[in-house]
């Protein structure tokens, strides 16, 4: 079945820093989406990248998507002690009925200020 | 414009007894999606729900396990005779339309402690 993977399991960094989490995955999408989630709490949605876009932008937020590698990578810039956080990827599967999405392990990201 | 609610947030149950987890769509949402997170893990699916329908229950446990979204009210899910290894996150999102296209998104959710 299909499962995202994101690496590294955790990454730590100092505060000003980027950060880089990748998410691979294994069958067709129509889109992928990245979520984050602090200690305890729910998750909060980041971005969507749809499966013909290669490249999308949201404030410090940078998503990329390769298709043909099956990968997708989220960047963080100038990092802030707040965006420490799990970090997850989540795809739909394009030929999954309904809208079920598939997440990763999650990459846990601890900013030091 | 109120996000998704679920209630309650924290939910003790020991062994044997059954657990009700309550979530109340985004408001224009007939989308409904239980996960569930065992610790250290990443969501995984249990179901999909659109009024009165269950769309998709894949990811349920073929017992002690149900859900409903009735035409008035919140998504239910149901555990009955809850055991040890049901304690978990247990996260609703919703959506406005089918998944594919649109975000899901997520309550604050429910965890469940099982004694």
């Known amino acids: 079945s299909q499962q995202g993977e994101e690496d590294p399991q955790a990454l730590s960094i100092q505060e000003g820093e980027n950060a880089t989490m990748n998410c691979s995955y294994k069958t067709s999408i129509n889109n992928l989406q990245w979520y984050r989630q602090n200690s305890g709490r729910g998750l909060v949605h980041l971005i969507l990248?749809?499966?013909?876009?290669r490249e999308k932008h949201s404030g410090r937020l940078r998503v990329t998507l390769d298709t043909s590698k099956k990968s997708s990578s989220l960047l963080i810039t100038a990092s802030r002690a707040a965006d420490t956080a799990s970090y997850f990827c989540a795809t739909d599967g394009r030929y999954n009925q309904g809208g079920k999405l598939i997440f990763g392990q999650g990459t846990e990201l601890s900013v030091k200020p | 414009n109120a996000g998704v609610m679920q209630n309650p947030r924290h939910l003790v149950r020991r062994r044997g007894q059954e657990a009700r987890l309550r979530c109340s769509p985004m408001?224009?949402?007939?989308?409904v999606y239980w996960y569930r997170q065992l610790p250290e893990e990443g969501l995984k699916f249990m179901v999909y729900l659109q009024k009165e329908n269950i769309i998709d229950e894949s990811g349920m446990p073929k017992e002690r396990f149900s859900a409903e979204f009735p035409k008035e009210g919140p998504s239910i899910l149901r555990i009955q005779q809850v055991v040890r290894g049901d304690s978990a996150a247990y996260f609703c999102?919703?959506?406005?339309?089918?998944?594919?296209?649109?975000?899901?998104?997520f309550g604050p959710g429910t965890r469940l402690l099982v004694l």
């Open positions: 990248i749809r499966s013909n876009e």
């Open positions: 408001k224009g949402h007939s989308h």
């Open positions: 999102a919703s959506s406005s339309g089918q998944g594919a296209q649109e975000t899901q998104y």
